[in-house]
Structure formats: structure tokens, C-alpha cells
């Protein structure tokens, strides 16, 4: 249903730009439609893991975990874009890692050696690492965006 209703508001904001105005060029719409098709599938795949992981991450952690979305992104532009970061970038990719980890990991222990398993609220490790995981598909999507449409002007509904 929210994939319907989405749909429906991208089409009520899309399809007036592309009749009424000239935001929307003929050029814009000739890109390949295969390229939103592998953006939504990293961005679905990205959400449907941060959906496997929300029930069971405390929610004082998960605005630490979304933080991992800024390492991934540097490590996969590093591999995918052949982008080089400074020292100073990875230096705080390192820290942020290492302050996720730190934060983390005495709820993950506390998770395993729980005696109350299965209550309403409980920590889950592997809820944990479905969530921190969720970043990489993120961190590839938009990659993949700059990658495909660095040298394209692109109206930003469009690519809604």
C-alpha cells in the first residue's frame, strides 16, 4: 500500500512538471529506464534490511548506526568509483566505526547473555547486524547514482 501511495504522489508532482513546464527535457526522459530499476533495488534492499533489523535495535543505537552509512559510502566509492579519501576522511570513517562499535557492542553482550528472551522489548544481535548492514546497500545506491548521472542534468522529481 505505501508503494502504491507513493507512486500515486510522485505521479501527482511528476507528470505536471512534465506537461506544464520544461523542467522535465526530452533528454531526461530518454535515459535508460534500467538505471532506476538497479537504484530501487539497492534502496529497497537497504530498507527492507533497516525493516529486519528496527523491531529489535534499541532506539538510542540506531542513529549510531545509521552513521555507518558515511564509512560504507567512502569504502565503496574507494572500490566501485575509484574515489581516493584524505587521511583525514578515512581517520573519521575509523571513528565513527569505532564509536558505533563502542556504543554497540555492550548491547549486543547484554542481548546474549539475557535470561528474558523473547520479551517485548528485547535486543536482538542479529536485529543489530541486519540494521548496521542496512547502510551498505544505501552506501552503493548512491554510488551508483553519482557514478550514472555525474556528467547528466537531472530534474530531482525526476529521479524521485
Request: some cysteine.
Amino acid at each position: 500500500a505505501i508503494n502504491l501511495l507513493y507512486i500515486l504522489y510522485g505521479a501527482a508532482v511528476l507528470y505536471p512538471r512534465m506537461i506544464f513546464t520544461s523542467a522535465i527535457t526530452k533528454q531526461m526522459r530518454e535515459i535508460p529506464k534500467f538505471h532506476f530499476v538497479v537504484m530501487g533495488t539497492l534502496d529497497s534492499l537497504g530498507t527492507f534490511l533497516t525493516c529486519l533489523g528496527t523491531a529489535y535495535t534499541p532506539g538510542s543505537m540506531t542513529p549510531l548506526l545509521n552513521q555507518l552509512l558515511i564509512p560504507f559510502t567512502i569504502l565503496v566509492s574507494t572500490i566501485a568509483l575509484k574515489v581516493q579519501s584524505s587521511w583525514h576522511e578515512r581517520l573519521g570513517a575509523g571513528l565513527i566505526v569505532l564509536g558505533a562499535f563502542v556504543s554497540v557492542v555492550p548491547g549486543i553482550l547484554s542481548s546474549l547473555h539475557d535470561t528474558r528472551k523473547g520479551g517485548p522489548l528485547a535486543t536482538r544481535w542479529y536485529a543489530i547486524v541486519f540494521y548496521a548492514l542496512s547502510n551498505l546497500p544505501m552506501a552503493m545506491s548512491s554510488c551508483y547514482k553519482e557514478a550514472t548521472f555525474e556528467e547528466q542534468q537531472l530534474d530531482v522529481w525526476y529521479l524521485t
